[in-house]
C-alpha cells in the first residue's frame, strides 16, 4: 500500500516509517530539510520536501493520493487541530485509512509522586488532564471521521522508549548529571505505563491491516515506578537516590518534564491485544538502563508531547 507518513522523521513517526517500509509498504515521509529527506532515503522511504506550516495544501494533495495516511506529527494543539481537520474533510468519502498518534497523556493524574490504582482500558471513563483536553478533542474528532466513510482510527501509546529516546531514564539520568544523585518526586510510587518503540510499530502495522474504524488502540507494554528507574540509574552511576519536592523538580528538570516525572498514567490495552492480536515483545526498561545510546532521533516522554501541552 502507498502510505504517507507525517512526522517521518521524528521519533515514533520514524519508527512507524521504517516498519511499513520494512514490510513492503510503498512510504512517503514527510521532510522539512535535505538532511532529513537525505535520512528518508537512506532508510527506503520516499521523502516528500514540505511541511505542514507552509506547503499544507501539497501535504493534503499527497494524502489523497496515498491509500493510507499516518500522522505522527510534533504540532502545538492549535496547528494539530487545524492540520487533522483539513486531512479528514480531505479523505472524506474516500474509504481511505487515517492513523492518528496519540499519546497517553490524556490520562495522566497529578499525583505528586504518589500512586494511583487507576488503570484505564481504551474505552473507560476518564477525567482527562487539562492540558490535554484538545488532544481529546482531536482524538474525538478522528474518531468520528468513520462516519464520513474515512477509515480513521487512534493509537495511543504509553510512554516509548527505545533506543536515543529521552523519557523517564534520559531524564533521571539528567537529574543525576545536575545534582548528583538520581531523583524521583514524593515517594515516586507514580507510575506510566510504557511500550518500547518497536511495539508501537507493529501495533500500526496491524492497525492499517485490519483496525476498525473509529477504534482507539492502546498500546502498552508493562509500567514501572519512577522510584525503581532511579534506583537504576543510580546503581549505573554510582551514586544515590534522592526525593525531591515538586518545586524542586522543577528547579532540576523545568516544570513540564517535572510534571511529567511526577504523575501517573496507567492503562491497559485489551482492545488492542483482542481485535488486533497485537502483544508487546519489549517490556523490559529498566534492561535499557546501562545501554550504550544509538543515537537516534529525539523523543518525548510519550508521543507527541511538546513543552507546552500534553498530547
Same mark, same amino acid.
Given at each position: 500500500?502507498?502510505?504517507?507518513?507525517?512526522?517521518?522523521?521524528?521519533?515514533?513517526?520514524?519508527?512507524?516509517?521504517?516498519?511499513?517500509?520494512?514490510?513492503?509498504?510503498? #512510504?512517503?515521509?514527510?521532510?522539512?530539510?535535505?538532511?532529513?529527506?537525505?535520512?528518508?532515503?537512506?532508510?527506503?522511504?520516499?521523502?516528500?520536501?514540505?511541511?505542514?506550516?507552509?506547503?499544507?495544501?501539497?501535504?493534503?494533495?499527497?494524502?489523497?493520493?496515498?491509500?493510507?495516511?499516518?500522522?505522527?506529527?510534533?504540532?502545538?494543539?492549535?496547528?494539530?487541530?487545524? %492540520?487533522?481537520?483539513?486531512?479528514?474533510?480531505?479523505?472524506?468519502?474516500?474509504?481511505?485509512?487515517?492513523?492518528?498518534?496519540?499519546?497517553?497523556? #490524556?490520562?495522566?493524574?497529578?499525583?505528586?509522586?504518589?500512586?494511583?490504582?487507576?488503570?484505564?482500558?481504551?474505552?473507560?471513563?476518564?477525567?482527562?488532564?487539562?492540558?490535554?483536553?484538545?488532544?481529546?478533542?482531536?482524538?474525538?474528532? %478522528?474518531?468520528?471521521?468513520?462516519?464520513?466513510?474515512?477509515?480513521?482510527?487512534?493509537?495511543?501509546?504509553?510512554?516509548?522508549?527505545?533506543?536515543?529516546?529521552?523519557?523517564?531514564?534520559?531524564?533521571?539520568?539528567?537529574?543525576?548529571?545536575?545534582?548528583?544523585?538520581?531523583?524521583?518526586?514524593?515517594?515516586?510510587?507514580?507510575?506510566?505505563?510504557?511500550?518500547?518503540?518497536?511495539?508501537?510499530?507493529?501495533?500500526?502495522?496491524?492497525?492499517?491491516?485490519?483496525?476498525?474504524?473509529?477504534?482507539?488502540?492502546?498500546?502498552?507494554?508493562?509500567?514501572?515506578?519512577?522510584?525503581?528507574?532511579?534506583?537504576? %540509574?543510580?546503581?549505573?552511576?554510582?551514586?544515590?537516590?534522592?526525593?525531591?519536592?515538586?518545586?524542586?523538580?522543577?528547579?532540576?528538570?523545568?516544570?513540564?518534564?517535572?510534571?511529567?516525572?511526577?504523575?501517573?498514567?496507567?492503562?491497559?490495552?485489551?482492545?488492542?491485544?483482542?481485535?488486533?492480536?497485537?502483544?508487546?515483545?519489549?517490556?523490559?526498561?529498566?534492561?535499557?538502563?546501562?545501554?550504550?545510546?544509538?543515537?537516534?532521533?529525539?523523543?518525548?516522554?510519550?508521543?507527541?508531547?511538546?513543552?507546552?501541552?500534553?498530547?
Amino acid at each position: 500500500m502507498r502510505v504517507l507518513v507525517i512526522g517521518a522523521t521524528g521519533f515514533v513517526g520514524g519508527g512507524v516509517a521504517r516498519h511499513l517500509a520494512g514490510a513492503d509498504h510503498d #512510504v512517503t515521509g514527510l521532510a522539512r530539510s535535505a538532511d532529513a529527506a537525505e535520512r528518508l532515503t537512506r532508510q527506503g522511504i520516499t521523502p516528500l520536501r514540505g511541511d505542514v506550516d507552509d506547503g499544507l495544501a501539497e501535504v493534503v494533495a499527497a494524502a489523497t493520493a496515498s491509500g493510507a495516511v499516518v500522522f505522527a506529527a510534533q504540532l502545538d494543539a492549535e496547528a494539530e487541530e487545524r %492540520v487533522v481537520t483539513r486531512l479528514l474533510d480531505a479523505l472524506a468519502g474516500s474509504g481511505k485509512t487515517f492513523l492518528f498518534t496519540s499519546g497517553s497523556g #490524556v490520562l495522566l493524574q497529578r499525583t505528586g509522586g504518589a500512586w494511583s490504582e487507576d488503570s484505564f482500558a481504551e474505552d473507560d471513563p476518564f477525567t482527562v488532564e487539562p492540558l490535554a483536553a484538545r488532544r481529546l478533542a482531536v482524538e474525538q474528532l %478522528v474518531r468520528a471521521a468513520a462516519g464520513r466513510d474515512v477509515r480513521a482510527i487512534v493509537v495511543r501509546p504509553g510512554m516509548v522508549w527505545g533506543p536515543g529516546d529521552h523519557g523517564h531514564v534520559p531524564l533521571i539520568r539528567r537529574s543525576a548529571e545536575r545534582t548528583g544523585a538520581a531523583c524521583y518526586v514524593g515517594e515516586g510510587l507514580n507510575t506510566y505505563s510504557h511500550v518500547h518503540l518497536d511495539d508501537v510499530a507493529r501495533l500500526f502495522g496491524l492497525a492499517l491491516a485490519r483496525g476498525t474504524a473509529g477504534a482507539l488502540y492502546h498500546a502498552v507494554a508493562g509500567e514501572t515506578p519512577t522510584r525503581w528507574i532511579a534506583e537504576a %540509574v543510580a546503581r549505573e552511576r554510582g551514586c544515590a537516590t534522592r526525593s525531591l519536592t515538586v518545586a524542586e523538580a522543577t528547579t532540576v528538570w523545568g516544570a513540564f518534564d517535572a510534571l511529567i516525572l511526577a504523575a501517573s498514567s496507567r492503562c491497559r490495552a485489551p482492545r488492542s491485544r483482542r481485535e488486533l492480536g497485537w502483544a508487546p515483545r519489549h517490556t523490559d526498561l529498566l534492561g535499557a538502563v546501562g545501554a550504550p545510546p544509538s543515537g537516534r532521533a529525539d523523543a518525548r516522554p510519550f508521543a507527541g508531547v511538546r513543552d507546552t501541552a500534553l498530547p
